[in-house]
């Protein structure tokens, strides 16, 4: 008995960091907790491979009592990295787990073995610049962050960075080793993965106290925009208010709307999605087989919104064609058609292609049969592509494209972002593309917050009549987060960053051996229910990758 209890109690002191030191570096994709941490898996010493044009981090896990004070310093090459390139990791809660289907657990009352760790949790997630206040450990443990910046890496080779971590009871030091390989990371701009997040315009308002077209607005704006640019997000969505309609008519605001897509087309975005010309109506009926025409509220058969189509689609034409737009312009009908409303989706469509046959239809869809003919674009959820491959291999036989989404769906083991998941699950979004050689991914939540995403991760469904139990699971309404002064990154984010950049690693390899590529990616990814969530297993794949290139 007595020898059990001292082994219990060794375990604990193991698991709590009381045994194995006070400072440990830690793979960005490992998840990292505020109150206990295996840090048996972590050690005094780190090293990532990068190519050129980079960025390579760390995470720093630090164990002091709560309320010390202490410093933190980085030596690369004997010369002090700037106080800049550091953050502190903030902590979010997950209320509930994700469900082994979709939205929570608590929708279908099932448990979920395929999550990091049973809710409720706090996890580090959010990315804070450091401030020039004193660091102060405020629970069990700390997380910081190092990152260097592509700018100070001119050429490929095995950098030394030495951390100094310092305060009244602890002196230590560990040592971070990026090596750069001499492959250079394609621009934003010459990208082939295509990547959107849906922007919400009122947040980001609401958070930064901020009036709409205003100089202030702009240059928020400009922020938002190059923390997107940095994530490899190369699509936006632009703002349904620059159509108008009043007295009768509709009108399109093109000073306004050109001065919006140039803050991300001077960042080197590719794409931009117009806004959905149709929905459901007000009560948003899903078994209502007509749709109405957003902007006017009008039925499409039953009050002529055809002719409101008519107009609104010259008007596209016209701006299109005038900026430009002709290669980058995707045009959204009505969100997720079903098989109720798709022949009214088809006739609208029809319309479209009769006024500017050019334009690109780009649609998330539920539906596929009653569709066929009026996208040419599409975005099935990934359990749908995967599910139905064949019908979607047959419309890239005819010229179309396909890329994939998620939201509140799916949940267990398929690929997805909440945060209760292994990070490497959104890295391989990039390898998953890959892998079926479609063109890109889709989520609906950039900063679409439905509270404070500090203090509530999980939140009930804004539909209409959404069950008492249909919560939206943790982090789905969001990747990224509030800064006082600007946005800041998540862990997240900065993992789907990674496999955004190994996509179009992945085509560099592909050119030139595509034996070489089928193999590398089938070393990690099979499908969007099987692959390798060994961290070490991808670190070892990725620097094959390097080196191949």
């Not at 190059?226 to 309609?245: C, D, V």
Request: glycine residues 6%.
């Amino acid at each position: 008995m007595k020898m059990k209890l001292i082994f219990k109690l060794s375990c604990i002191l193991f698991l709590t960091g009381l045994v194995n030191g006070q400072v440990w570096l830690v793979d960005p994709l490992e998840p990292i907790y505020p109150d206990v941490n295996d840090v048996g898996k972590y050690g005094k010493k780190w090293a990532g491979d990068y190519p050129l044009g980079a960025v390579a981090d760390v995470h720093v896990l630090v164990k002091l009592k709560p309320g010390e004070t202490f410093t933190v310093s980085a030596m690369m090459e004997g010369s002090l990295l700037s106080h800049e390139f550091w953050s502190k990791l903030i902590d979010v809660p997950v209320e509930q787990n994700t469900g082994v289907d979709s939205r929570t657990e608590q929708f279908i009352g099932k448990m979920n073995p395929d999550v990091v760790r049973r809710a409720p949790f706090r996890i580090f997630e959010v990315i804070e610049p450091l401030s020039d206040e004193p660091l102060v450990s405020e629970s069990n443990f700390t997380a910081l962050r190092l990152y260097i910046p592509p700018s100070m890496i001119e050429q490929a080779g095995t950098k030394r960075v030495t951390i100094h971590i310092r305060s009244n009871n602890l002196n230590e030091k560990v040592t971070f080793v990026p090596r750069y390989h001499t492959i250079e990371l394609p621009d934003l701009s010459k990208s082939t993965f295509f990547y959107t997040n849906w922007f919400n315009l009122q947040r980001m308002e609401e958070e930064h106290n901020l009036q709409r077209w205003s100089e202030e607005w702009f240059d928020m704006l400009g922020k938002y925009a190059r923390l997107m640019a940095y994530g490899r997000q190369n699509s936006i969505t632009i703002p349904n208010e620059l159509i108008i309609y009043e007295n009768d008519e509709i009108v399109l605001d093109e000073k306004k709307m050109i001065r919006f897509i140039n803050v991300f087309r001077n960042l080197g975005f590719a794409y931009f999605e117009a806004p959905h010309l149709m929905n459901r109506g007000e009560n948003d009926d899903w078994g209502d087989p007509e749709l109405k025409v957003a902007l006017t509220k009008k039925a499409y058969y039953q009050e002529n919104g055809k002719a409101d189509i008519e107009q609104l689609m010259l008007l596209i034409k016209n701006f299109v064609l005038a900026n430009d737009l002709k290669d980058s312009w995707l045009q959204h009908v009505a969100d997720e058609p079903t098989s109720v409303n798709a022949q009214c989706y088809k006739d609208v469509v029809k319309q479209i292609k009769s006024i500017y046959p050019e334009i690109k239809i780009m649609e998330a869809t539920n539906d596929r049969d009653g569709l066929t003919g009026a996208i040419d674009i599409w975005c099935p959820l990934i359990n749908d592509f995967q599910e139905n491959e064949s019908f979607f291999r047959k419309r890239e036989e005819l010229g179309e494209k396909v890329l994939v989404y998620t939201c509140l769906i799916p949940g267990g083991k398929w690929l997805n972002r909440t945060l209760d998941m292994e990070k490497l699950r959104q890295v391989y979004f990039g390898w998953g593309a890959a892998f079926y050689k479609t063109s890109g991914y889709l989520h609906w939540g950039l900063n679409q917050y439905q509270a404070n995403p500090f203090e509530q991760s999980v939140v009930h469904h804004p539909a209409p009549g959404a069950a008492a139990n249909n919560f939206l699971p943790a982090g789905d309404t969001h990747i990224i987060y509030p800064g006082k002064d600007s946005p800041l990154s998540s862990i997240r984010f900065e993992s789907h960053r990674m496999g955004c950049e190994d996509f179009d690693l992945l085509q560099l390899l592909k050119k030139e051996d595509e034996k070489k590529y089928d193999k590398l990616v089938n070393t990690l990814f099979r499908s969007y229910t099987d692959y390798n969530l060994s961290v070490k297993d991808y670190r070892r794949t990725k620097r094959k990758l390097l080196k191949n290139l």
